[in-house]
C-alpha cells in the first residue's frame, strides 16, 4: 500500500520511509532525498555532487584547489611549510609541511637538545654521527665557528663568534666585550 509510510514488499521506498537511503549513501555529497510518488524509484533531484576543483569547499570537501577553509601547515601540527588540497579534495597534502629543525636536517640547530653537529656523516673528518653528537675529538676543528665540550675533557671555550650565549659578566667580570682566542680561549677584547 504506497503513501502508508511503510516499505512494504515490492516497494523501493513509502513517503517519508527511505529505507535507510540518504543522498550520502547514493554517491552524493549533499542534499535531500526523496521517494517518487509510486513508491518505485528514490528521486535524487535534491541530491548534490561537491564539484572538487571549483575553488570552493563544499560539503563533503576538507579542501578544493587553492581554498584551503583557513587551514594551514601549523593548524595540521606543524611549525613551517606549504599545505596544499590533494586533487579529490577531501585531504591535505603535508608532504611540504615541517617541523622544528630535527637532527639530521643539515641544519645545526642550537636549540635542539645535544645537537653537535648536523650533517650527519664522518667522511668529511669531522666526526658527526647520525645522532648529530661529535664521535672523535679533532684539534684541527678549532676555526670552525662552533664551540664543543667533549667527553674526554677536552674542550672549546669558544669558536668564533660562537661563545657558548657567554658574556663577561657569566665569566665574574663586571663589564667588557668577550672575545674568542685563535685557540678557541676566552678573551677581552
Known sequence: MCGNNVVETGEVCDGTSLAGRSCNNQGFTAGTLSCSADCQSLNTNLCATA???????????????TNLAGQSCSTQGFTQGTLSCIGDC??????????????GDGILNAQDAGEQCDDANTRNGDGCSSGCRRETYNPSMCGDGVAFNFEDNRQEECDGSDLRNLDCTNLGFRGGNLGCSSACNYGLL
Open 51 to 65: 564539484l572538487c576543483g571549483n575553488n570552493v569547499v563544499e560539503t563533503g570537501e576538507v579542501c578544493d584547489g
Open 90 to 103: 577531501r585531504s591535505f597534502n603535508i608532504n611540504l609541511c615541517v617541523t622544528n629543525h630535527f637532527c
